[in-house]
Every structure is written in C-alpha cells, then in structure tokens.
C-alpha cells in the first residue's frame, strides 16, 4: 500500500478527502444502485467505516487519485463481505461520474485484484453488483470475472437482486 497504476495512485482515504467522497456519494445518477444519493451523515458514516476497515482489515475501499493532479476522482479498493451465505473479499469501485467512460475503473480495479491475489493471497475474488448496474458489471467481466450465483440484498428498505461475480487466482 498505496497501490499504483500508470495513470493512478489508490491510497487510504482520510478525513481531508471528505469533499471529494461526498461529491461521489451525494450525487443521484453514480448513486443509482445504492437507491439515491447520500445524506452528509452516510457520508460521514461510509468514511469512518473505511477509516475502520483499514485499521482492522489492513485494506479497505481506496482513494483513487489521479497521477497527473492529484485529484480523488473516486474510490476503489477490497472489503471483506458477505456473499451467498460465505465470507468473502470483494472488489468494489465508485467514481466521480466526470471521470466515467476513461478506463479508470478497470486501471484500478486490475490493481485491486492484482493486489488481493499477490498480496493477500486469497483464491477467490468477488464482486456484488445489483443487476440494474450494466456498466458494474462490464468492468467485473473485464476483469476476468463470471456470474457464480444471485442473491438479494436489503438496503434503504428495499429488496435488491444482486449477482455475485467471482474470479479465482488460478483460473
């Protein structure tokens, strides 16, 4: 850690990335899948949360920052889940939606996994992405991955079918 690409650099957020991540989780279109965007304490809540994981996990979601200004366009990174009844690392990835459609989210996610299976030596990546999120799933299958199972989440009161994509280390 940090985790470094050619054009990005992921490292821990902290507090002073609070702009940054609100300008991501309060925005209603990148929030589609997590039904609507975030008030400032889910914000609030969702930063600490990661603060926690990586004291705790070693890892958590990312700052992605861009080399060439160093601005946080988004957050990527892994986090220990629940998928499918098991225990699980997954990659997760959420971007400021000016920086959609430039490859940043496969960059770092490529990274992520990379790291999962070099670093931390797990056998089995996973990704959850609710089943209305086409371009989740684009850069999931990108990476490698195919669909293992569905499953619902609930979440802001409401039932999300979700499908759990995987990768394994020595596929």
């Known amino acids: 850690m940090p985790v470094e690409t050619p054009r990005l650099i992921l490292r821990e ?3 002073h990335d609070r702009p940054q991540l609100s300008a991501i989780l309060q925005d209603e279109e990148t929030m589609a899948a997590y039904e609507g965007a975030f008030d400032d304490t889910m914000v609030d809540v ?6 926690t994981r990586y004291q705790e996990d070693g890892f958590g979601l990312w700052a992605v920052v861009l080399r060439e200004t160093g601005e946080m366009i988004g957050q990527c990174g892994l ?3 629940h998928i499918m009844n098991e225990d699980v690392i997954e990659v997760g990835y959420l971007f400021n939606r000016s920086f959609w459609h430039q490859g940043f989210a496969i960059e770092a996610a490529s990274a992520c996994r990379d790291y999962a299976f070099e670093s931390l030596t797990i056998d089995r990546l996973y990704a959850q992405i609710r089943d209305t999120n086409i371009a989740s799933m684009n850069v999931a299958i990108r990476l490698g991955m195919t669909v293992r199972g569905r499953f619902v989440k609930h979440y802001r009161g409401v039932d999300m079918p979700h499908l759990a994509f995987a990768l394994d280390r020595f596929a």
């Open 46 to 51: 969702w930063l600490e949360r990661m603060l």
């Open 79 to 81: 986090t220990r889940q």
């Open 13 to 15: 957020m902290t507090q």
